[in-house]
């Protein structure tokens, strides 16, 4: 079994930052893809940024340049470093883990689909 659990959230004024953390404990898998999700009330989850085992990251186009995610093979942890937040930006941002013991490639191509999430955490960003 593994287990995500996010930490970092928090309530900030517009412009600010923070940096989300999400750990992951369990087995250990050769390849992965870790994102980073968030969802405000009434609206659909929406990909923020992933990262995979090779080091491989995308974006959501109207974060790019705001938004950088990182990853700690070591400590098994990825990272959402937010800056110059906007209301808008107030969600539950959620991390999610695609594992797979197959290296990535012609047989594995990484996130498409994540089986295991945590429970969030939550950013509140006030004009």
């Known amino acids: 079994q593994v287990h995500l659990e996010e930490s970092g959230g928090g309530s900030v004024q517009s412009g600010g930052s923070l940096k989300l953390s999400c750990s992951r404990s369990g087995y250990t898998y050769s390849s992965y893809c870790m994102a980073w999700f968030r969802r405000v009330p009434g609206k659909e989850r929406e990909e923020v940024a992933t990262?995979?085992?090779?080091?491989?990251?995308n974006y959501r186009d109207s974060m790019k340049g705001r938004v950088t995610i990182s990853q700690d093979y070591a400590k098994e942890s990825v990272y959402l470093q937010m800056n110059n937040l906007q209301p808008e930006d107030t969600a539950m941002y959620y991390c999610?883990?695609?594992?797979?013991?197959?290296?990535?490639?012609?047989?594995?191509?990484?996130?498409?689909?994540?089986?295991?999430w945590g429970q969030g955490t939550q950013v509140t960003v006030s004009s």
């Open positions: 990262i995979d085992s090779d080091g491989n990251s």
């Open positions: 999610a883990a695609e594992l797979s013991d197959t290296p990535i490639g012609a047989y594995y191509s990484p996130c498409q689909s994540y089986i295991y």
